[in-house]
């Protein structure tokens, strides 16, 4: 097993996806509905980032770039194309991950010491007062119950 070479394409492969603008998620989408389920999103991530074993990743090179020239190939006769070959339209964007400010985390504690269980009224005045979505700020809430129970 040449890891050398695997390295090198799965660095390349990473770049040829997003310049196709093409999520993981697509990708793993698009393999499936062609070669099976063992091409899921989560897959083409540990690919990239070669978080699988040596034979395994040998295994999903020549796959990989067989579907990824098809691909390229389809793109290049126009993006209706590649969109149709990919599975039509992109699945909804997920949120972008909220980051907190170390202010509105030292406020969040406050009152989270005060009322772990704030009321739905608690938390719109919170978010609204912090200047941060209501559900941003509900779930912040959650999962710091959450952490407190796992430790």
């Known amino acids: 097993i040449n890891m050398e070479e695997i390295r ?10 997003l310049s196709l ?7 793993g989408q698009a393999m499936t509905a062609t070669e099976g389920p ?4 989560s897959a083409i991530s540990r690919f990239e ?15 990989l770039e067989k579907w990824l020239n098809e691909a390229e190939l389809r793109n290049q006769e126009g993006q209706q194309n590649l969109m149709e070959f990919v ?4 699945s909804k964007k997920r949120k972008r991950r909220t980051s907190f400010t170390p202010q509105a985390i030292e406020a969040l504690n406050a009152y989270f010491e005060k009322n772990p269980l704030p009321t739905g009224q608690e938390i719109t ?8 979505d ?10 710091r119950r959450q952490t407190l129970k796992n430790t």
Do not use: C, H
């Open 8 to 17: 090198e394409f799965a660095k390349n492969f990473k770049i040829r996806r």
């Open 49 to 63: 980032k070669l978080d699988i074993t040596p034979k395994s990743a040998q295994k999903l090179k020549p796959v």
């Open 38 to 41: 063992a091409y899921s999103q």
């Open 125 to 132: 005045e919170m978010a609204k007062e912090l200047n941060y």
């Open 87 to 90: 599975g039509g339209e992109p």
């Open 134 to 143: 209501r559900e941003v700020v509900r779930v912040w809430f959650s999962n």
């Open 21 to 27: 603008g093409l999520t993981q998620t697509q990708v």
